[in-house]
């Protein structure tokens, strides 16, 4: 089966403790994304990768950091610095500039 | 700065009924549109593409249209099911090197039986 998967589910992060979440697709994609959507409201781009071993800053990048040094993989770091990271947080993948995929998002709480 | 707006913000309506969404955006220099569905605590399942040189796609009982000279989309359901209840998201790309997606905030609808 070809689409992408994201882990965990759920995650729960104390105060100053860096996680990381995970992103994986197998549909042969190029480019990578990664958004926050908070209740209520609409998606935001954190970070996105056109290509392996290269990734640019979205618009709400900063607390965020995310490595792509495999074509299928796409983890995205939520650090200490982020200082409302409750969200939950979904991961895309794409041929360039065509219909964006979907993974099926994972629920972080700062307890 | 391309801003993503949906109105309205949530819909009720019988089961049976032909409904409309609306999406429009600040800025007409989009690559594309996408709508999506996303059913509570899932991920978004793509709908329609409707490229910057279209006007409309069609997929079943969904009908999205673009036009893009006054910045609207609508997204038609045909003979509305209450398995069509869901979250409806509309997304530009821009143009340029980018490809970024912005987001509408989303219209709720709910079909009732």
């Known amino acids: 089966d070809g689409g992408i998967t994201q882990s965990p589910k759920y995650l729960f992060r104390k105060e100053g403790q860096n996680v990381t979440l995970s992103c994986e697709q197998n549909?042969?994609?190029?480019?990578m994304y990664w958004y926050r959507q908070d209740p209520g409201q609409g998606l935001r781009l954190i970070y996105y990768?056109?290509?392996?071993?290269?990734?640019q800053k979205g618009d709400i990048a900063e607390g965020y950091s995310v490595s792509r040094e495999k074509k299928e993989s796409f983890p995205l770091t939520v650090t200490s610095a982020q200082k409302n990271p409750t969200a939950f947080y979904l991961c895309?993948?794409?041929?360039?500039?065509?219909?964006?995929?979907f993974g099926p998002g994972t629920r972080l709480t700062v307890l | 700065k391309q801003e993503v707006t949906q109105i309205p913000a949530a819909l009720s309506v019988p089961e049976g009924e032909n409904l409309v969404l609306n999406c429009s955006f600040t800025?007409?220099?989009?690559?594309?549109l996408q709508w999506f569905r996303q059913d509570p605590g899932k991920g978004l399942t793509s709908l329609l593409l409707?490229?910057?040189?279209?006007r409309e796609q069609t997929s079943g009982r969904l009908n999205a249209s673009l036009d893009k000279s006054s910045g609207r989309s609508t997204l038609y359901i045909a003979a509305s099911q209450p398995g069509d209840s869901a979250t409806y998201l509309c997304?530009?790309?821009?143009?340029?090197?980018?490809?970024?997606?912005?987001f509408g905030s989303g219209t709720q609808l709910t079909v009732l039986p």
């Open positions: 895309a993948s794409s041929l360039p500039a065509n219909e964006q995929f």
């Open positions: 549909l042969n994609h190029d480019a």
């Open positions: 990768s056109q290509i392996v071993n290269d990734f």
């Open positions: 800025d007409s220099a989009i690559y594309n």
């Open positions: 409707i490229q910057s040189s279209q």
């Open positions: 997304a530009v790309v821009h143009g340029g090197s980018a490809r970024q997606l912005t």
